[in-house]
C-alpha cells in the first residue's frame, strides 16, 4: 500500500441495505477524513476523526456511522442506505494542521 | 456550512495563457489551501499558506493571500493541456484539523 486506498472503486446497492466504505493510510497521519462529493455542492464533511479512538461529525453526519480502532484504518457505514446517499465518497488523510492526502474514492448509487 | 467560495465557477483559455482563479472566506483563517481534482479522481493537495504569508510559489503556481479582504488567489502561469481540472480552496478557520472546501472553479485549458 502506498498512500491511502478506499474500496470498492463503486458500488450499487439497493435502499435500505447496509454498507461499509473502507478506507486505509499507510502514513501513519493521525487525522482522517470522510467527504462527499456531489454535483454543485463541492465537497462536505461527513465524519472525521483527529486521532485513533476518536471520532466527530461534520457538515452531514446522519445516516453515517465511523470507527477508528487503530490509525491506519477508518471506515464508513452507511446503516440503511438511502436513495439521498448516492454520490462520490472521498476518504483523506493529514497530519494536524497539514495538507490533506485523498483516496480515490468510492462512487455509490443507491436505488 | 461554505466558508470559501472560488471565482469564477468555469474558466476556459487557450493554452499558453495564465489562469486566475480567486477564492473568498468568511471568518478568520489559521491558513488557506488549494487543491486540483481531475476528473474523475480524489483531489490533490498543491499549496498552503499561512495566514501571516502574503505570497507563495510552487513551480507555474503562484498563490496570494489577502486576509483584510479575506481573498485568495491562485495564478497558473504558461497554461498547459494538463492543467484542465477543478481547483478549489479550502480553509482552516483554527488549528483544528478540519478544513472546508469551497465548491471550486472548473478550468479548461483550449489546445
Known amino acids: 500500500i502506498a498512500g491511502i486506498t478506499q474500496a470498492p472503486t463503486s458500488q450499487i446497492l439497493a435502499a435500505g441495505r447496509r454498507m461499509t466504505l473502507r478506507c486505509t493510510q499507510d502514513?501513519?497521519?493521525?487525522?482522517m477524513y470522510w467527504y462527499r462529493q456531489d454535483l454543485g455542492l463541492g465537497l462536505r464533511l461527513i465524519h472525521y476523526s483527529n486521532t485513533a479512538g476518536t471520532t466527530g461529525k461534520g457538515e452531514v453526519p446522519d445516516g453515517y456511522s465511523v470507527s477508528r480502532a487503530n490509525t491506519d484504518d477508518f471506515p464508513l457505514t452507511l446503516a440503511s442506505a438511502v436513495p439521498s446517499q448516492t454520490s462520490v465518497y472521498f476518504c483523506a488523510s493529514s497530519d494536524s494542521g497539514g495538507p490533506q492526502y485523498f483516496g480515490p474514492g468510492t462512487r455509490l448509487t443507491v436505488l | 456550512s461554505q466558508q470559501g467560495e472560488e471565482d469564477p465557477q468555469a474558466l476556459s483559455i487557450q493554452e499558453g495563457e495564465n489562469a486566475t482563479m480567486n477564492c473568498s472566506y468568511k471568518t478568520s483563517i489559521n491558513n488557506l489551501q488549494w487543491y486540483r481534482q481531475n476528473s474523475g479522481r480524489g483531489l490533490v493537495h498543491l499549496i498552503l499558506?499561512?495566514?501571516?504569508?502574503r505570497e507563495k510559489h510552487s513551480g507555474r503556481l503562484r498563490v496570494t493571500l489577502d486576509t483584510s479582504k479575506k481573498s485568495s488567489s491562485l495564478l497558473i502561469t504558461a497554461s498547459r493541456a494538463a492543467d484542465t481540472a477543478s481547483y478549489f480552496c479550502a480553509t482552516a478557520p483554527n488549528r483544528d484539523d478540519k478544513i472546508i472546501f469551497g465548491k471550486g472553479t472548473r478550468l479548461h485549458i483550449l489546445p
Open positions: 502514513m501513519r497521519h493521525n487525522a
Open positions: 499558506i499561512r495566514s501571516n504569508e
